[in-house]
C-alpha cells in the first residue's frame, strides 16, 4: 500500500484498542478492492473522546468507527445521528462529510444478518448480557421485530434503563435487573436466545465467563457471543457442552465491519474475503 496526499484516512477510536482486529479487515479490503485508503487504530484515553470529532475534521480523516467505551458517550458531539443510531442510543460508525459528523450505527444489523445466516429465527423472548452501546443496538433491532428482550448487567440501573428506553421507543415488553436477581428464574425457561454482549471472555482473558448458569435454559435455546476473539470463547464451550446451538461473534463482527466500510466507501466489500482471512488468522492464533 502507498500511501500519498490523495490517501483517505478512516480508523477506530476505543480504548484499549490493541487486541483490535478492525484495522485488519478494513485494510485487507482495500487492498483487495484497489481502494487508496488507510484504516488506522486511535486509541482515546478516557476523559477525551470530546476533543475527538474536531480532531478528525481538522486532519481530515473522512470517518471511523466507534468502540468501548465511547459508543453512547461520542453522541452529543457529533452533528447529527442517523434515525436507528438515535433509536438505540448508540453510534458505532461516524461519517464526515462536508464538515459534518454524522452517526450511525450496523452493530444491531450486523447481528440481525449474523442470525440469518446461521439460519436462527427472531426469538419471541430473548436474554442479553450487557447494557452498553452494542446491548442497545442489537435489543433495539430484536425489539423492532417482535422480541421480548430482558437485559442483566452487573449495575441493575443501567440495564433498567436500557429497557425503558426500548420499551419506550419500540413499545415493546423489555426489562432489565441484576445478574444475580432472584427474578431470572422466572423467565430463563422461556428464554430463546441468549446474547453475550460484554467483554467477559475476550482475549487475553479467555477463561472468564459471564456469571450466567447455563444448564437452566431450554434445550432449544441459542447461545450466541458477540466476542469474535477467540473464536470459540468458555460461554460458547459450556453451551457446546451441554447441547445448545452457538453462535460466535465472527459473523457480526464482518457484518457490521462491512457495512461500515461500504459507507466509508460507496462500493460493494468482498464480504468473503474479510471472514476467510479472519476466520483463518483466529484459528492460527488460536493454535
Known sequence: MQIDQDTCVFGLIGYPLAH????????????????????????????????VVNGARALGIRGFNVTIPYKESIIPYL????????????????????????????????FMDSLEQEGVKVPRFAIILGAGGAARAIGYQLAVRGAITVFLNRTPERAEKVARDIARITGQESWGMSWDSSCISDFVQDAELLINTTPVGMYPDIDQKPPFVLKNLNSR?????????????????????LGLKTISGLGMFVNQGVRSWEMFTGREAPRKLMEDRLRGLLLKNET
Open 20 to 51: 483490535s482486529l478492525s484495522p485488519f479487515i478494513h485494510n485487507l479490503a482495500f487492498k483487495a478492492m484497489g481502494v487508496n485508503a488507510v484504516y488506522l487504530p486511535f486509541p482515546v484515553k478516557p476523559g477525551r473522546v470530546s476533543s
Open 79 to 110: 452533528d447529527r445521528v442517523s434515525l436507528e443510531a438515535e433509536a438505540c442510543g448508540s453510534v458505532n460508525t461516524v461519517l464526515i462529510e462536508e464538515d459534518r459528523a454524522v452517526g450511525y450505527n450496523t452493530d444491531g444489523r450486523g
Open 221 to 241: 435455546s441459542v447461545v450466541a457471543d458477540i466476542i469474535y476473539n477467540p473464536l470459540n470463547t468458555r460461554l460458547l464451550r459450556e453451551a457446546e457442552g
